[in-house]
């Protein structure tokens, strides 16, 4: 049996079957291997296994239990997994089918993402591929919050599995006509105040759903990583930053993080949110005051930047935010100059913080 450290575990290749005639074997040689680590987390590779008896689950179940982590096991084939389901040990261990593998030759590509690309795979599908700079476990946690969106009543595309193409990693998502908001606005300007009042509605209703405790992370928590990757900072602007940030009352409600023309599908006439990497339980100010970056503030100081990002023109954006916003906004137009001037500040102040975070990854590059 082979070991090997991968990706920060020691990987154990299982193969053949693991049964009553050779299950002492297997367990003693996991532990001399394990013998040259101290507190290693521990996988196993399935690819090659055929048959684990009672016998040798019950070793991954002692294995789980003395280690106090979790135990992974990948590469999973159907029967495998079968005989993993039915013993309850998909609730025990961290059970992974084999990832589909499939091809994007002659597919069409549809639309682009914050950290990737969706392209058509069928009439049924579609799949975002991602950045090959972005880790498979965090194109797993995308999918898990997908999942989680869509079973607290969330408007979400239907996400499928996890799989492997030419261009490196991606999530298969029902397709049957989806098509990204920013593309229905190049094709129907005309219905710019139709679809802005639809995406508010689709917002307004995001933004009221209660997500439990534990299913999507607290959003200020990606902005306390960005706060602490500047080490705590004196500076005032961090200070500054910080404090308004935290003064943001907590609300269990869903926020998207990452909402944008791009990341919302229009299919059967309903708005369906796709982009899901950003996930979080939060106040709706963080989804709001991404959207005016990027529908207005952003475009203020980058000339062009909506036509590359939406393939809309500038006015076209801004003229959509207002209609959008003055839709949101219905029943508390009393907050909205408040809530547009916090909104600036907020843009002004974070893309403050961005660029030093930016700027310390650049020095941390070259050095």
């Keep these: 049996m082979n070991a090997e450290y991968i990706d920060g ?44 008896s009672s016998a040798g689950l019950r070793i991954l179940l002692r294995l789980k239990k003395s280690l106090k982590r979790p135990v992974r096991v990948f590469n999973v084939s159907d029967d495998m997994y079968d005989i993993f389901s039915v013993t309850g040990f998909t609730e025990i261990l961290d059970v992974e089918r084999t990832m589909r593998q499939i091809t994007l030759h002659g597919c069409k590509k549809i639309s682009s993402a914050l950290n990737g690309e969706i392209f058509g795979l069928s009439e049924d599908e579609m799949i975002k591929v991602y950045d090959r700079s972005i880790p498979l476990s965090a194109i797993k946690e995308e999918r898990s919050y997908a999942q989680a969106a869509l079973i607290a009543g969330i408007p979400t595309l239907i996400p499928y599995d996890v799989v492997s193409c030419e261009y490196g990693y991606g999530i298969v998502f029902e ?28 917002v307004r209703e995001m933004h009221s759903t209660e997500i439990p405790e534990g299913k999507l992370p607290d959003i200020k928590d990606r902005y306390r990583g960005w706060f602490s990757e500047l080490g705590g900072s004196n500076d005032p602007l961090i200070q500054t930053f910080t404090r308004l940030t935290e003064s943001i009352p907590d609300k269990p409600t869903y ?35 991404g959207l005016f970056a990027s529908l207005v503030a952003i475009e203020r100081g980058h000339e062009g930047y909506c036509r590359k990002t939406f ?36 843009f002004v102040l974070k893309e403050k913080v961005l660029n030093l975070v930016e700027q310390k990854h650049q020095l941390r590059e070259v050095s």
């Design 9 to 52: 575990a020691l990987t154990f290749s299982l193969s053949g079957r693991i049964d009553s005639n050779n299950v002492e074997e297997v367990e003693k040689e996991i532990h001399e291997e394990m013998s040259f680590y101290d507190k290693v987390d521990v996988a196993f590779d399935a690819r090659d296994l055929t048959y684990i």
């Design 311 to 346: 393939g809309l023109s500038g006015d076209t954006c801004r003229k959509f935010w207002i209609a959008f916003f003055r839709e949101y906004m219905k029943g508390s137009e009393a907050e909205t100059d408040k809530t547009n001037e916090l909104l600036l500040k907020y």
């Design 255 to 289: 926020v998207q993080g990452d909402i944008s023309l791009n990341s919302v599908m229009l299919k059967d006439g309903e708005l369906l949110l796709m982009d899901m990497a950003g996930s979080a339980r939060g106040h709706a100010l963080f989804d709001l005051q």
């Design 175 to 202: 397709m049957a006509g989806a098509q990204s908001l920013a593309y229905v606005l190049q094709r129907e300007p005309e219905k710019l105040e139709t679809y802005a009042k639809m995406f508010a509605l689709l």
